[in-house]
């Protein structure tokens, strides 16, 4: 499996962004995805994941009701739409994939994405 993120880039405190992770191999409608962030000198964290069907997700409190996961099967991909944008929320962003539940547990994810910067200017 691979996990190739894209969508990140530069933009103003209050906007938004749309990242994307496309999956190669055919686990990807049979597996959870996660989003996770880096931000510097900090540990890597949970963001957002989502289940098999789309229909389970969960939100680190930091990005409740501002952003969004969800996922195509038929394209292989997860998004997360971001709105809202703080400076704190500054991070390289990784896509993973999980071959079980959705989970916020980063060490249960079997494989990650190799990341794309997101920076919000205030």
């Known amino acids: 499996v691979q996990l190739q993120a894209s969508g990140g880039g530069l933009v103003q405190a209050g906007g938004s962004l749309r990242l994307s992770c496309a999956a190669s191999?055919?686990?990807?409608?049979?597996?959870?995805m996660g989003w996770f962030r880096q931000a510097p000198r900090k540990e890597r964290e949970f963001v957002a994941a989502?289940?098999?069907?789309?229909?389970?997700?969960y939100y680190a409190d930091s990005v409740k009701g501002r952003f969004t996961i969800s996922r195509n099967n038929a394209e292989n991909t997860v998004y997360l739409q971001m709105n809202s944008l703080k400076p704190e929320d500054t991070a390289v962003y990784y896509c993973?994939?999980?071959?079980?539940?959705?989970?916020?547990?980063?060490?249960?994810?079997?494989?990650w994405g190799q990341g794309t910067q997101v920076t919000v200017s205030s």
């Open positions: 191999g055919r686990t990807f409608s049979s597996a959870s």
């Open positions: 993973a994939l999980h071959l079980g539940g959705p989970t916020t547990n980063l060490r249960s994810y079997d494989y």
């Open positions: 989502i289940g098999w069907y789309g229909i389970t997700t």
